[in-house]
């Protein structure tokens, strides 16, 4: 199947610091990425939706200020965790839709993790 | 989009079959039934999809009635390392649909 990669997989940063969270789509184009937070034990919840050369769509409450996405080409797209702090830490999961699909199948990434002290 | 419910969690002893039931009772025409697995720190990875009727792979089998309402996985003989979250998801006739996750159910299997 498509590979989708993350990187970094762990970060620990400061307080106030800002974070990019990279995902690659590695044999595949993604013209749409989706971008996913997980907190211990619980599911995934959907941050946003990056559209390659256009903005991005963000879910309720997700603040496009703090959480920004870029996705610059077809095989990229980032996520800037800007000034972070401690409730920002948390599993960030990317995933892109099957390459010509129609079924709503997702590839996901390995998912990065971050603290922030 | 569709909302799944799925029981909580699961116990199971090695060698045994498992079968877990997910409830979508407003799936739409278009929509696709895919179950994922996560193990911890990691991001859920597809087991199987179907749209009817019934699907099976390498890995599961997947059971839908003719209602669609519902649908049930199958995990023959789960070992120990079947332990982790399974989710229920349903919806994305296009691609570009971001797939909206349930509670998921988590199975522990045990030696």
């Known amino acids: 199947g498509a590979v989708v990669s993350q990187h970094p997989s762990r970060v620990i940063c400061k307080s106030g610091t800002s974070v990019k969270i990279e995902c690659r789509s590695l044999d595949f184009q993604a013209t749409t990425m989706f971008w996913y937070r997980q907190f211990p034990k619980k599911s995934l919840m959907l941050m946003a939706t990056s559209n390659e050369g256009s903005k991005a769509t963000y879910e309720q409450g997700v603040e496009k200020d703090k959480f920004l996405i870029n996705h610059a080409s077809l095989t990229l797209s980032t996520l800037t965790v800007t000034s972070a702090h401690p409730e920002d830490s948390s599993f960030y999961i990317c995933s892109a839709p099957a390459q010509g699909g129609n079924t709503g199948e997702l590839f996901f990434g390995e998912g990065s993790r971050l603290t922030v002290l | 989009l569709a909302k799944t419910t799925q029981p909580i969690s699961m116990d199971s002893y090695e060698g045994q079959e498992v079968n877990i039931t997910c409830s979508h009772n407003n799936i739409a025409t278009n929509d696709y039934i895919t179950w994922y697995q996560q193990f911890p720190s990691q991001g859920p990875r597809f087991i199987i999809q179907?749209?009817?009727t019934k699907v099976t792979n390498e890995v599961a089998s997947l059971f839908i009635p003719a209602d669609r309402k519902s649908s049930t996985l199958s995990l023959p003989r789960v070992s120990l390392s079947d332990t982790a979250v399974y989710y229920c998801?349903?919806?994305?006739?296009?691609?570009?649909?971001?797939?909206?996750f349930g509670k998921g159910t988590r199975l522990s299997v045990i030696a």
């Open positions: 179907g749209y009817k």
């Open positions: 998801l349903v919806g994305g006739y296009s691609g570009n649909t971001p797939l909206v």
